[in-house]
């Protein structure tokens, strides 16, 4: 499949801050992707040189087969982005703004009111269209911001955010229409929510500290990172001592198999003990007999995929520990 986003080398120095260094990733034609990662770790910096907002200190990057820096307006008019804090002009009515962004994004006169109604419609703005901007609630002007990205049906979208401050039914609108974009276009959307990213994009870039940490398939790299399927199981030790639920750990880690044991307190004496294997090890019967011979009191076992915030938490911690690395 082409690849419609290319980055090789990005590097953005603010001053003696470096925001980007030499951040190398690829994003294929029809994929919607996650862009994950803290504050300050340089999403937003890469967004804004990929629409054109700003230009990078070295490097490269390309967009639907144009040069970001040599070919700014053709990215332009392959691009549609929404940046987390939407700039609206809130004296204008939805409806005439969404028609004078598409003006501005080269849709024909006659071509623009139907442009208009469909991402009215797209985005749930039909009860609002011809309320003025500026009266409309933050998650209504999410939706503004993400019908004028969308106006001119470019076949990049770029997205800083775009859920944020939308209630929990307008956040599972805008997820069933991030499922209707895969195919039809690419989109790279920057979140904080993980749980979120996990839902909508089968793929996903993590950048640390202005550094690509890991990039692909949230399957391929959860069990590069973090492993095969863990085992959980919920235990009922003594307060300390010899049966304290540091005991419980340290007797679950001797397990052969175990690679690593990390324990929740869940409440009222129970601990949870997430069980990681080594390779593809079936831990559960051997677990579930060095708890029944403690005589420990266990009230809940399975076993479980790792989810993509355990991922994002295992380069956070190997970042944190200085080993930074990079995965293509």
């Known amino acids: 499949m082409a690849k419609i986003i290319e980055v090789e080398n990005l590097t953005k120095w603010y001053g003696r801050t470096l925001a980007l260094d030499r951040a190398t990733f690829s994003v294929e034609q029809g994929q919607v992707v996650g862009l994950l990662g803290p504050n300050g770790a340089g999403k937003s910096t890469a967004m804004r040189i990929l629409t054109g907002f700003m230009p990078a200190s070295?490097?490269?990057a390309r967009v639907a087969g144009h040069d970001v820096l040599m070919d700014g307006l053709a990215v332009r008019r392959s691009v549609g982005y929404m940046p987390e804090n939407v700039p609206l002009y809130p004296e204008m009515r939805v409806e005439e703004y969404l028609g004078f962004r598409a003006a501005l994004k080269g849709i024909e006169p006659?071509?623009?009111?139907?442009?208009?109604?469909?991402?009215?419609?797209?985005?749930?703005?039909?009860?609002?269209?011809?309320r003025l901007i500026g009266q409309l609630s933050k998650g209504f002007r999410q939706r503004v911001g993400l019908a004028d990205a969308l106006v001119a049906d470019p076949p990049v979208l770029v997205l800083d955010e775009p859920t944020i401050g939308l209630d929990p039914l307008q956040i599972r609108e805008t997820r069933q229409l991030f499922r209707t974009l895969e195919g039809k276009h690419t989109a790279l959307i920057a979140s904080h929510i993980l749980w979120e990213v996990e839902r909508i994009c089968s793929q996903v870039i993590i950048i640390l500290d202005g550094r690509i940490a890991a990039a692909g398939r949230i399957d391929d790299l959860c069990k590069k990172w973090?492993?095969?399927?863990?085992?959980?199981?919920?235990?009922?030790?003594?307060?300390?001592?010899?049966?304290?639920?540091?005991?419980?750990?340290?007797v679950l880690g001797q397990v052969g198999g175990v690679a690593e044991v990390r324990r929740e307190d869940v409440g009222d004496g129970w601990s949870r003990y997430i069980v990681t294997p080594q390779g593809d090890a079936d831990l559960r019967e051997s677990l579930q007999a060095a708890v029944a011979q403690r005589g420990w009191?266990?009230?809940?076992f399975h076993v479980h995929a790792p989810t993509l915030e355990d991922l994002y938490l295992k380069i956070t911690e190997v970042r944190d520990g200085g080993q930074t690395q990079t995965a293509a």
Do not use: F, I, M, Q
Not at 110 to 130: F, M, N, Q
């Open 58 to 60: 070295s490097g490269t």
């Open 110 to 130: 006659a071509k623009r009111r139907a442009a208009v109604d469909r991402v009215v419609e797209r985005c749930w703005l039909g009860t609002v269209r011809r």
């Open 226 to 250: 973090v492993g095969a399927n863990r085992a959980a199981l919920e235990v009922r030790a003594g307060a300390d001592g010899a049966d304290g639920p540091k005991e419980v750990a340290r």
């Open 297 to 300: 009191r266990s009230r809940e």
